[in-house]
C-alpha cells in the first residue's frame, strides 16, 4: 500500500512510501478424542495447518485451567473443555467443545467372611441407578452383573460399577475366606444301645483336635447322659 497526495490547486502530487500488509488466515483448533470421555481421559490438541510454534490456552467450563499449558490435558473432572490455540502472528482459534462425564461413586464391597465349605456367602456393594456391574477376580466371574453376587469359593474379589456414560469406577479387593467343614466326629459307645427305664448311659463324642467344638442335639455342649 502506498498514498498519493494531490495539491487541488497546482496539481502536483507527491508519492509516500509503500508498506506491506500480509492477511493470515485464522488457524483451525482441533481436539482428539471427542466422544466416550470420562474424568482421567488425555485430550490432544492440533492445529490446521500443523506448527510447533502454537502455544495453549486450555478452558473447562468456560473458564481458563491454570498451571502450564500445552497441547496436551489430561482431564481432572467433569465438564465442557475447550482449547484456544495462537500462531506465531497472534492469530487465534477456538475449538468446539468435549464433554467430559463423571465417575460413578467407588463402590465399597460388604460381606460375611469366613464361611463354611459346602455354603456361600453374598457380597454387596450399594446399588446405583443406570449402572451395571461386573464382579471379579481375574477375568470376571460369567452372570455376575448385579450389585449383590453370591460366592461359594474363597478368593480375592473385586467389583467395576459403569454407569451410562461407560465410566467406570473399581472398588477395592474383597478377600472373602473359606473354613473347611469340620471331620465329622465320633460317639461312643457305638450302639446301638439299650436301657431299662431309670438307666443312664454316657455318651461322649470324640473328633481331631482343634476340629471345633461338639453340640449335641438339644443344645448341651459337653458330654451327654441319655435316660
Known sequence: YYC???NSNTLCSVQSNSIVITVNPNPTAIINPTT????GAVLTASGIPSSPLYTYQWFLGGGPVGGPQNN????????????RLTDPNGCIANSSTVTINALPTTPVISGITPFCAGTSTTLSTPLVANCTYTWSPSGGIAGATQNIYTVSTGGTYSVTITN???C?????????IMTPTPITPTISPAGPISLCVGQTQI???TSPSGAGTNLWNGGTPTNLVAT
Not at 473399581?170 to 472373602?176: G, I, R
Open 4 to 6: 498519493i497526495i494531490t
Open 36 to 39: 466416550n470421555l470420562c474424568v
Open 168 to 176: 467406570s469406577s473399581t472398588s477395592l479387593t474383597y478377600p472373602v
Open 72 to 83: 496436551t490435558y489430561t482431564s481432572t473432572s467433569a465438564g465442557n473443555v475447550s482449547v
Open 164 to 166: 451410562s456414560n461407560g
Open 203 to 205: 455318651l461322649t463324642a
